[in-house]
């Protein structure tokens, strides 16, 4: 099967920085979109920013400029670079990987994932 582990998580003061990062392992084959979202207490899960096989990026326009994605196809890893965050960035955040083409024995299957979670706390 598939698995995705995220590192990187911890305590931040605002406007430092911290990176997270997540891989994925398995018999994967490829994947089609790699990214981040976040839920904060009370609140519901929201899109942070994803990256597609070919580099192309979304983010939320709360985090535009701040953060930045990146994705390396062959080991299968996403990593978050976090810089300026604010305490409003303060949530566990997840990675997600969407259209995972991956095979066990002698079947080829497709399939999305998510994280553990990882939590992020800004403050000083």
């Known amino acids: 099967q598939v698995q995705l582990v995220e590192s990187g998580g911890g305590l931040v003061q605002p406007g430092g920085s911290l990176r997270l990062s997540c891989a994925a392992s398995g018999s994967i084959l490829s994947i089609n979109v790699m990214g981040w979202y976040r839920q904060a207490p009370g609140k519901e899960r929201e899109l942070v920013a994803i990256?597609?096989?070919?580099?192309?990026?979304n983010y939320a326009d709360s985090v535009k400029g701040r953060f930045t994605i990146s994705r390396d196809n062959a080991k299968n890893t996403v990593d978050l670079q976090m810089n300026s965050p604010k305490p409003e960035d303060t949530a566990v955040y997840y990675c997600?990987?969407?259209?995972?083409?991956?095979?066990?024995?002698?079947?080829?299957?497709?399939?999305?994932?998510w994280g553990q979670g990882t939590q992020v706390t800004v403050s000083s």
């Open positions: 990256v597609t096989r070919g580099g192309n990026t």
């Open positions: 997600r990987a969407e259209g995972v083409t991956y095979y066990s024995g002698s079947m080829y299957y497709a399939a999305d994932y």
